[in-house]
């Protein structure tokens, strides 16, 4: 079992809609979570990044993070055509950045 | 873009053989990280280097070897070539040794082991 679990998807939502994407965790260690957006034929770009448990708000990204689930969740509001990428979880116990643990990603496809 | 120079773009090249992947990091960025991607497995982190020195290891082959110059720039060597080693090798670099400093990802190098 992988210790960062995410649906490959893809997930075909219509512009304007809430996405909500996932990713599941087994290591109780982790303590520090990220998203990354990768566009096809790019690098990862990180989103947003919290530690511990709680929510985090940017513009029209939202994360959230329930370490008595070993689960966390991204939500976009207001989902543009350019949202369309594959976007990854990562997270790390007291290592911060260091030794990151990434999900698979999850595609994300969203229709004019 | 990120700052984070990868080269070459793709390799193509026959099992047995060793290629080296290159990296320059951000300017000011001290720290350099290389990952593989594969399509089963994500993104798996290999080995880090702060200012010239090693300063993590994730799940590196003993095939594999990496090194951090003066210049701060950093190669990646594979070596004996399996088919299983294709996959595309991204570098990314951060200003500290990664604590708290979010991580910059280069393009990545496409490699084919045929």
């Known amino acids: 079992q992988k210790e960062v679990e995410q649906d490959p998807g893809p997930l075909s939502v219509p512009e304007g809609a809430i996405v909500s994407l996932n990713c599941t965790y087994s290591?109780?260690?982790?303590?520090?979570f990220m998203w990354y957006r990768q566009y096809s034929r790019k690098g990862p770009e990180l989103l947003m990044y919290?530690?511990?448990?709680g929510n985090k708000e940017d513009g029209r990204f939202t994360a959230q993070v329930d370490k008595s689930s070993k689960y966390i969740s991204l939500f976009i509001r207001d989902s543009q055509p350019s949202d369309s990428a594959t976007y990854l979880c990562?997270?790390?116990?007291?290592?911060?950045?260091?030794?990151?643990?990434f999900g698979t990603g999850t595609r994300l496809l969203v229709s004019p | 873009d990120s700052g984070v120079t990868q080269t070459p773009k793709h390799l193509i090249t026959a099992t047995g053989q060793r290629v080296t992947l290159r990296c320059s990091p951000r300017?000011?960025?001290?720290?350099v990280y290389w990952y593989q991607q594969s399509l089963d497995q994500g993104l798996q982190f290999l080995i880090q280097y702060y200012n010239g020195e090693e300063r993590a290891k994730g799940n590196i082959l003993e095939r594999f070897s990496a090194q951090q110059f003066p210049d701060l720039h950093s190669e990646l060597n594979l070596s004996s070539l399996e088919l299983g080693d294709s996959a595309l090798y991204f570098c990314?670099?951060?200003?500290?040794?990664?604590?708290?400093?979010?991580?910059?990802f280069g393009n990545g190098t496409r490699l084919t082991v045929t």
């Open positions: 300017s000011g960025d001290l720290s």
């Open positions: 290591n109780s260690a982790f303590q520090y």
């Open positions: 919290t530690y511990s448990s």
């Open positions: 990314a670099s951060s200003v500290g040794e990664g604590f708290n400093s979010p991580l910059h």
């Open positions: 990562a997270m790390s116990p007291n290592t911060g950045f260091q030794k990151l643990v």
